[in-house]
């Protein structure tokens, strides 16, 4: 067996970069204590006890975020500005630990960034409770409780001369976020393509599948986006969302509310053969499917049409009736 030097390479270039990350992270540890002005034999006793909280705070903070497994460029360097100023560092710890205590609120280490840009911004408030339900960091009920969370993210943010909660705005936020969902749109379409491909020749509308699986690649973009809306209609259900998201849970997470889907996912619960109410088929419509009564293809499309089932429904009355109704 020869020996993939590729991956042998990666092995080692990752094993560096790993030991870099975590020398660099001593190093920013022995800062938080420098900046704070923490040493033996400095200040008084109770500025030495407040300053080792705050240290202690910052610490469990970067500890917590080294552990998040967020990979996100944005979010990273919003904390690395956080992580200059350890009192707001502290602060930031001390907000996510009063949500949870007293509001039963579990504010994600990835939700900070927008939390903080979206509560002092200078639009309706009404806006800023549908952006945080919108990107699911808290779901506030009215006014009041956001008033509330307000004044806690306020006193985090707007002391004087604080300013490493102010490097990201709403605007930002909200782009940040559209990039993600173009990320996760095209991921579920690949999704959505793999799965249609691998249960292909047991699709009972197999043509039709096939057909919008080829139309995707039309130099027409109308062609184009009737197939794949066809795709998505079919294959988009709560099921298969659940899936993804099961399958990568940060990468996916609030999938379920993604703009783009939520109608297929909706269309999908009303519409299953259950729930669905089919016409009852013409005349005209069961003599064809007498003629081609031995074609798979036109008995399910029959079934699609009419309901499953319709089509042995149909043949079966049409073999007790006979010709002559006897």
Request: no cysteine.
């Given at each position: 067996?020869?020996?993939?030097w590729g991956a ?183 999704n959505v393509i ?59 997470r609030g999938l ?71």
């Open positions: 067996m020869s020996i993939n042998v390479e990666e092995f080692f270039a990752e094993r560096d970069a790993k030991k870099e990350r975590d020398e660099q992270l001593v190093l920013e540890r022995e800062e938080f204590l420098l900046k704070l002005g923490y040493s033996r034999g400095g200040g008084n006793s109770n500025s030495n006890k407040k300053i080792a909280n705050a240290a202690e705070k910052a610490f469990i903070m970067q500890d917590r975020l080294d552990k998040s497994g967020i990979t996100d460029e944005t979010t990273l360097n919003w904390y690395g500005n956080l992580f200059t100023d350890p009192i707001a560092t502290a602060d930031a710890h001390d907000f996510i630990e009063d949500q949870a205590k007293n509001y039963d609120r579990n504010i994600n280490l990835r939700d900070m960034p927008a939390l903080s840009a979206i509560v002092p911004a200078d639009i309706p408030v009404k806006e800023k409770i549908d952006l945080l339900k919108e990107f699911e960091i808290v779901d506030l009920t009215n006014n009041e409780e956001f008033y509330k969370l307000a004044e806690r993210v306020n006193n985090m943010t707007s002391q004087s001369g604080r300013t490493v909660f102010l490097d990201i705005n709403p605007e930002a936020i909200q782009k940040t976020d559209y990039t993600a969902r173009e990320k996760q749109l095209d991921s579920v379409r690949k793999r799965t249609a491909r691998a249960g292909l020749d047991n699709n009972p509308d197999k043509i039709e599948t096939l057909n919008a699986l080829n139309n995707l690649s039309s130099s027409n973009a109308g062609t184009r986006d009737d197939a794949e809306v066809y795709l998505f209609s079919r294959f988009i259900t709560p099921e298969f969302i659940a899936s993804l998201e099961e399958e990568n849970e940060s990468f996916y379920s509310k993604h703009p783009n889907l939520t109608g297929y996912i909706k269309e999908s619960m009303v519409t299953t053969p259950q729930n669905k109410i089919y016409p009852e088929p013409s005349s005209a419509d069961i003599t064809l499917l007498k003629q081609n009564k031995n074609s798979d293809v036109y008995k399910n499309f029959f079934d699609e049409t009419y309901g499953p089932g319709a089509a042995d429904k149909a043949l079966g009355d049409t073999k007790r009736t006979g010709p002559s109704g006897l």
